[in-house]
């Protein structure tokens, strides 16, 4: 069953991809360029984006730091009032691995900053002329470290858990109106963010397969993409069990 309007067909669709100078965002700028779409990318660092515009020419580049809230609505009032996107994929994120004793209080805010504020701000703008138009699809990157407590992903499962549930609520609220919702909640990906990792990543992918999962779930008309799906499944069925089984299992798998 479809949850939202499949997106199959990208020729002459324009694509803004919001935190794509590497890793899940470059690589699926790259894929949507080489299906006809009509990319925006942005970042901080506008090098980065220049350099992925070499590779793929026609991708059209803007620099934007996602936690500057003047910056994040002129550009969304720039893209809207001349050629509005189809698809805005919201994929900035910040990481850093720690539980109590390492979180600092700015660190927390770092992570709620970019992962949670930042992404609620883009909704809201981006939402006004979707609504309006009774067309477009607002995707929001979270993670699998957001469904359920973890240990090692304080601050940063805590804010993909409440960026997931944002989603959640607007699909119900948006839906109706003809916009489309969708989470993604990825494993792990070989990333730069996911570099400082000291542990073995399980079912690890590249994030070109990670573009090609999101591209399956947005023609499927899906809410949640998640992937890979054979370690997703494993996390699925951990959410559905009681406390006083999941604690336990979870301390014994993480040998915490």
């Known amino acids: 069953m479809s949850l939202n309007p499949p997106l199959a067909d990208w020729r002459d669709r324009h694509v803004w ?8 965002g ?5 894929a949507l360029h080489e299906r006809g779409a009509r990319v925006t990318v942005s970042a901080r660092r506008l ?5 992925l515009g070499r590779q793929h020419p026609g991708l059209r580049p803007i620099a934007l730091d996602v936690t500057d809230a003047t910056a994040l609505a002129a550009t969304v009032e720039r893209l809207f009032s ?15 691995p720690g539980g109590a004793r390492e979180l600092s209080l700015r660190g927390w805010e770092q992570h709620r900053a970019v992962n949670l504020d930042a992404a609620v701000a883009l909704s809201l703008a981006v939402l006004r002329p979707m609504r309006a138009r009774g067309h477009g699809h607002l995707s929001l990157v979270s993670s699998v470290a957001g469904h359920r407590g973890l240990p090692n992903a304080l601050a940063y499962g805590t ?8 989603g959640e609520a607007l699909h119900l609220e948006m839906a109706p109106l003809g916009v489309g919702i969708s989470v993604v909640t990825p494993g792990f990906v070989e990333t730069p963010m996911t570099a400082v990792n000291d542990f073995r990543m399980p079912a690890v992918i590249t994030p070109g397969q990670a573009a090609q999962a999101m591209l399956a779930g947005w023609a499927r008309g899906r809410f949640m993409i998640d992937f890979p799906r054979r370690f997703t499944w ?3 069925l951990l959410r559905c069990l ?6 336990p299992l979870v301390r ?3 040998r915490r």
């Open 82 to 96: 001349s050629h509005p996107p189809d698809l805005v994929c919201y994929c900035a994120g910040h990481y850093e």
């Open 234 to 236: 494993w996390l699925d």
């Open 159 to 166: 804010t993909k858990a409440a960026l997931t549930h944002f």
């Open 17 to 24: 991809i919001v935190g794509a100078s590497s890793g899940i």
């Open 242 to 247: 009681p406390y006083a089984w999941y604690f």
């Open 252 to 254: 014994r798998l993480t």
């Open 47 to 51: 090098e980065a984006l220049q350099a």
């Open 26 to 30: 470059a690589a699926l700028a790259a």
